[in-house]
Each structure stands twice: as C-alpha cells, then as structure tokens.
C-alpha cells in the first residue's frame, strides 16, 4: 500500500475530510493576538456565534432539506431556560447552560414529533407558527420570563475549579468561552455529516421516498436531527444572551432567522466551510459598514438577489461544481 498513514490526531478528529478544522481552530485561536480592541473582539464574538447558528441550520436545511423557521425560537428557548436556572437557582452554572440547550432539544422533540411527518411546506408553516407563539408568551409569561422588560443584569459566566474561579466578565474572556464552544459544535456538526448518517441525510434530502424504500426511517432521522440542531442553537442563544447581560422577547425576532437563512443560502446549502465562513463575513460587514439595522436588510436583500442571479447554487456550491469539472477534465485528459 501507498501513502502516509493519518496522523492519531487526524483520525481523532474523523479523518482528512476535517482537515479544515484544524486552520480554523489556529485562526479562531489566534484572532485575540491579532485584535487588541475589545469592541472588534465583540465582534468576533457575534461572528462566532453566527458561525454556529448558521451551520446548524444549515444541517436542517441543507443536509436534510428541512426548512425550520423555529430555530430562531429554540435560541430564545435556550436563552431563557438559562438564564432563569442562572437566577433562580442554585445550579452550577456550566450544568445550567447544558440544561438550556436541553430544554431547546425536549421542546424540539415534542414539537418534530408530530411535525416532521407532515409535507415540507406545513413543516415550514408550523415552526413558523412555533416561533410567533412563543414570542407571545415571553411576552405575556410575566412570573418567569419577566414579561416584555425582559430578565436584565444577567451574571457573567462563571467556573469554580477548586480556590480558581474563572469568570468571563469581559469581551476577551468571553471570546475563549465562545470559542471552544463553537469549535467543539463545528467539530460535532462535522463528523455527523461525514458519518454514514450524513449520508442519509443528503437521501433523505434528495429523495425521501427512495430513501424511505431503502428500509431508512427517515421520520426517525428528521426527528433526530432537527432535536440535535435545537440543543446546539439553544446553547448558542443562552451564550447569546449572557454575552448581552439581558433577554427579552426581541430575541424571537426574525431578523436573526433571515441571517441564519442568508448565510446558508449564499454560502451554499449542504457545504459546510462555505456556510460556516460566511457566517463571520455576515457578522462583520455590518460593523464594517456601520449600518442601521433597516440598512443591513436592504444590503442584505440585494447580495441575496446578486447571489441567487449569478451563484444560484451558493459559494460553496459553485466551488464543488468548478472542482468538480476540473476532475472530469483531468480524467478526460488521462484517457487521450
């Protein structure tokens, strides 16, 4: 046999298909040295947060073709669960934050195990619907969720190891809090869509009914799928809303969804580093811009009109189909 063998480190992290992880670990690690004012590591903080919510709707949505407009109400879910285990009890904080994103996942489940046997576009309508209901009752569940006020002077995330407490009570602290969260998600999202079961999303995606008569339950998987996106979305919310300090039912609002659509569409729904990069150029050029948030939806809605003129098929789309090309040229060129 030919070639070198993978490195202990390469097959931990799933094999050379993730070796893009690795150059965006360095630069997400490497950013703090790189930038020294803290609004722009506050920046890196929406970036990286975006980064997660985008790639896990893009798992939704790309892999499994699932269109969850309920993604946006799992962040609030996950933020609110969080923070009122945070205030209300006496809860170890690292365990209230898994907890949040447990509450995102149970409701998920409850909610995709009637929905995602119903026909793509009533899937579409009923999360919809989800996210409307819920924004009604932060705003009208006074006694837990503090009504339309919202819960505010939220504690910053804290760990006690022992005499050493850390405590992520500024921008650059949070930065590394956000940070290995986001690459433990990116590094979990991407070995679930390299697996044999990523495999049977793109199926499931492509063509459910022939999947369905290879013998897959694909109602088992969509279930699955669309719980495991709502507890890594409802952990992203809850380290959203602490990065805040404050939480209130603007957090159901649809602009953080057109976002999250956004940047899966430009970058190329069912490609992952595409997706996921384009998350933090989607995180930057607003700051970069300066722009009011009426002005972000017009620039917005016209590189969504640029993108599905000239790329229909997303970044990411269009540089697998030129790789792609250049395959078959090579192969026709080894053949003359």
């Known amino acids: 046999m030919s070639g070198k063998p993978s490195s202990h480190l390469t097959r931990w992290l799933g094999g050379r298909h993730l070796d893009p992880l690795l150059p965006t670990i360095a630069a997400i690690a490497l950013a703090p040295a790189v930038v020294t004012d803290d609004y722009f590591i506050d920046v890196a903080n929406l970036a990286l947060t975006f980064m997660v919510l985008g790639t896990a709707f893009n798992l939704l949505y ?3 073709g699932m269109l969850s407009f309920a993604q946006v109400a799992f962040v609030g879910i996950g933020g ?4 009122w285990l945070v205030t209300h009890t006496d809860l170890w904080q690292p365990a209230a934050f898994l907890a949040g ?4 996942a149970l409701v998920a489940a409850a909610v995709g195990a009637v929905t ?3 026909s ?3 899937f579409a309508i009923i999360t919809l619907s989800f996210t409307l209901l819920c924004a009604i009752v932060a705003a009208e569940w006074t006694s837990v969720t503090g009504g339309r006020q919202g819960m505010f002077g939220l504690p910053a995330p804290s760990l006690s190891l022992g005499s050493v407490e850390l405590a992520a009570d ?8 956000l940070a290995g969260f986001t690459v433990l998600a990116l590094w979990a999202m991407q070995r679930l869509v390299k697996s044999a079961a990523g495999s049977v999303m793109i199926a499931i995606r492509d063509n459910e009914p022939l999947a369905k008569a290879q013998g897959y339950a694909t109602n088992t998987y969509k279930l699955a799928v669309f719980t495991f996106c709502a507890f890594v979305t409802g952990l ?8 805040l300090t404050t939480i209130d039912p603007s957090i159901f609002d649809f602009y953080l969804m057109q976002v999250m659509l956004i940047i899966v569409i430009l970058g190329g729904a069912g490609t992952f580093w595409p997706v996921a990069y384009s998350a933090v150029l989607f995180a930057v050029l607003p700051e970069v811009l300066r722009m009011a948030d009426e002005a972000r939806l017009i620039v917005y809605g016209a590189l969504l009109v640029l993108g599905l003129l000239f790329v229909p ?6 540089l697998r189909a030129r790789a792609m090309n250049r395959h078959l040229r090579a192969m026709k060129g080894g053949r003359s």
């Not at 098929?313 to 269009?318: D, E, K, S």
């Open 62 to 64: 790309g892999y499994v």
């Open 80 to 83: 609110y669960a969080t923070s």
């Open 101 to 104: 994103g447990g509450v995102a």
């Open 116 to 118: 995602v046997r119903l």
């Open 120 to 122: 793509e576009g009533a």
């Open 170 to 177: 500024t921008p650059r602290s949070y930065y590394y809090l």
């Open 236 to 243: 992203a919310g809850a380290l959203h809303a602490f990065r």
């Open 313 to 318: 098929q997303g970044v990411g789309g269009f």
